[in-house]
């Protein structure tokens, strides 16, 4: 893994977000906290390794695993829909095919949406019409 200023792909080991300000022999300085945290924690990480160059504190990098929306196959991603953060309990269906981020609501499907989630499988159910 390389580490690079403006680095958005990366995390801690804990999943806590990081951001890279600086790189410079053969270390990356930058910034981390975790989802409860009001601050940003300086650190130093080993800029090809991504370990942290402290002994006594385990921070890794890693690189982040992609967003669901970041890679929507051709054939889309069957999903809960909904356009006011309060009311996903009446949430509909739609088949999202694209993701605008820079939009207000980013998910394109039939129509445009604020907020989606993939549907799990669990929640899914087969429907067995009357046969012929």
């Given at each position: 893994?390389?580490?690079e200023v403006?680095?958005?792909?990366?995390?801690?080991?804990?999943?806590?977000?990081?951001?890279?300000?600086?790189?410079?022999?053969?270390?990356?300085?930058?910034?981390?906290?975790?989802?409860?945290?009001?601050?940003?924690?300086?650190?130093?990480?080993?800029?090809?390794?991504?370990?942290?160059?402290?002994?006594?504190?385990?921070?890794?990098?890693?690189?982040?695993?992609?967003?669901?929306?970041?890679?929507?196959?051709?054939?889309?991603?069957?999903?809960?829909?909904?356009?006011?953060?309060?009311?996903?309990?009446?949430?509909?269906?739609?088949?999202?095919?694209?993701?605008?981020?820079?939009?207000?609501?980013?998910?394109?499907?039939?129509?445009?949406?604020?907020?989606?989630?993939?549907i799990k499988?669990?929640?899914?159910?087969?429907?067995?019409?009357e046969g012929?």
């Amino acid at each position: 893994m390389k580490i690079e200023v403006g680095a958005t792909n990366l995390e801690t080991d804990a999943g806590c977000e990081a951001r890279i300000l600086m790189v410079e022999e053969g270390r990356a300085y930058g910034v981390w906290r975790g989802s409860q945290e009001e601050h940003w924690i300086p650190h130093a990480w080993d800029s090809e390794t991504g370990e942290s160059v402290y002994s006594n504190m385990s921070c890794n990098l890693r690189e982040k695993a992609p967003e669901w929306y970041e890679n929507i196959p051709p054939e889309g991603v069957l999903c809960w829909v909904w356009d006011i953060a309060e009311c996903r309990i009446n949430a509909a269906t739609d088949l999202i095919k694209d993701y605008m981020p820079t939009f207000s609501c980013p998910f394109v499907g039939v129509r445009v949406w604020r907020y989606a989630t993939p549907i799990k499988p669990s929640e899914c159910w087969g429907y067995k019409g009357e046969g012929k």
